[in-house]
């Protein structure tokens, strides 16, 4: 074990796989020379050269698109969309070719692509670079969503990406850049679709995922002073839903709430209550609740932005309610 | 006249007549209505995908279009699996999941018809990039109409594929129409070919109902990629004598029949085989030779395609995902 950072955790996941597998390699904007806008990629030309490390045209429809037809042609691409909003620009790529050509062809593809995208609020980034898309992403049939919220998850997570033979999403979080954890130093997976309980406990669930795990693990310790003993439920992956985990707790706790960056309007939250109230109805003694950004875009100003996101004061305000109700 | 082998004239002629015959039999079944869907016929076109087909390797990559039936035949394509995919049924190419829009062979390295105009451009630079990447002397071809060019997918595709000196050609298949806009409404340039220069890459434009000058185009272009000397771009001036979809036009009429009749005075097949006649290459026997044996195969196509089974519903949830789709479902209340 060390002790990495967040992005240094994908750094040295990657420049592993890329040193065990020469069919990886990346592309996208500024991602060779400057070893991308955050990052990501720092010294990874040095070690893998040009061939491998392709700066590109800013053409996010055309990079996905190599993704995809080196993909089919048997290599393990690692595409880098630079902001989580410009899957947008990118979305024909994505949803429609991408996600579709295996089922499409009847089975014959393999698309063994990864996309390492950059997502989340809370930066002052204002409304085209700080959004949390994954539901829009979740919602087409043949792609896959990590967002890890500690660095041993992002490695593991981008591991099992690459090695997965379907289209991957990774969504870092542009807030957890920095955050360190003990990571080991071997090639592990985290099995993508499969949740960690964060934090065991008995009165309430709390359903979260990338950095709202971190802000939920805060509100449980707040709470835990006054007794409340929160279970925390961090999801890894958002498509595909490892929902068993969460009924188990609502089973056992009888009370959820979920939280998100995410916009609340049809946000994973919206699919979790649906689902938790499929497979646990009769254990509920709260409506599931939702902690999530409001239906705006994502503000410029500290001062409107802090009220955007939510935190864990706002997140513990939340489970009072829910455990409030009789 | 021309110097190609007599051989690979017979082989384009054979790649050509394949198409034709698949398609009149298509669109006959299609218009009498035991065809699910819509589908857009190559008739006219052949020239195109047999000149690029034939001189091209078989490790070669084609990107299609939503008009993708030609390119699959002049790939090598089943015609079984391809009319059974038409129809809908288990035994086609995608096991009834993809239909007109989506046959594709990986094997035959035809990575697809698309249903997206454009969609399958940036596809061929992939495959490009995996060809240069590999060097395996491979290139990819990306087929797409005149239409797809005013798409930003073609664009950055294009650019990305001379910025990495990728080993591609573009081949566009200028029909003067996308659906029912004559092209001349849609772009202010006379020829399509004047947007390669833009991207720093060689253009020609060829005569689209003549396979031979195809062919030569593609031998040249293939020649430089293969050289790693980057992208080409070939115009085909051609023209499809069906409806955009389906045979006949219905409602509005965005052509004339004048127009029509002069691209059918054009129609390569004849005029293919006029020259292989005049080259010694073929006899008029021959030809109807060949002609019967592919009338034969599409006869057998098409047999094949009505007896076999309808999919299996229970297998609509296969082919989502390589590998299970992962995630966990809950078991049921203790
Ligand atoms: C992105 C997108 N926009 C519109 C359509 C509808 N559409 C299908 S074919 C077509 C015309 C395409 O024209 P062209 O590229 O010249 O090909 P052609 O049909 O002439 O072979 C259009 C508009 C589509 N399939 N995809
Ligand atoms: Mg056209």
Redesign the interface.
Known sequence: MTELTYLKAFNDGLRQMMDADPDIFVVGEDVARKGGVFGSYTGLIDAFGERRMVDTPISEQAIVGLGIGAAVCGLRPVVDLMFMDFVLVAMDQLANQAAKLKYMFGGSARLPVTIATNGGAGLSAAAQHSQSLEAMLCHVPGLKVVMPSTPYDMKGLLIACLRDDNPTVLVKNKRMFGVKGDVPAELYEVPIGEARVARPGADVTVVAYSRMVTESLKAADELAADGIDCEVIDLRSVQPLDIETVVSSARKTNRIVVVHEAVRFAGLGAEIAAQVSEHAFDYLDAPVARVAAPFAPVPFSPALESRYVPDASRIAAQIRTTLDRA | MTGLSHEVLRDIHRRMVRIRLFEEAAGRIFEAGRMPGFIHLYVGQEAVAAGVCAALRDDD?V?STHRGHGHLVAKGGDLSRMMAELMGKAT???????GSM?V????LNM??A???VG?G???????????K?RASGAV?VAFFGDGATNI??FH??A??AA??ELPVLFVCENNEYAEYTPRDQTMAIADVVERAAAYGMPGTKVDGMDPVAVFEATTAAAGRARAGAGPSFIECKTYRYYNHHGVQTLGMKYRSDDEVQQWRAKDPIPRHEDLMVGAGAMTPDGIEAVRAEIAAEVEAAIEFAEQSPLPDPDDLL??????P???????P??
């Open positions: 990559q990107s086609g190419y995608c096991g009834g999941k993809g989506h594709s062979d990986l094997d990575l697809g698309n249903g997206i969609g451009v940036p596809i061929a630079v992939g495959a490009g990039f995996a060809n990447y990819s930003g997918a950055e595709a650019n990305m910025a990495l296969a082919d989502v995902y390589s590998g789709a992962g995630g966990r479902q809950p078991l209340p203790p």
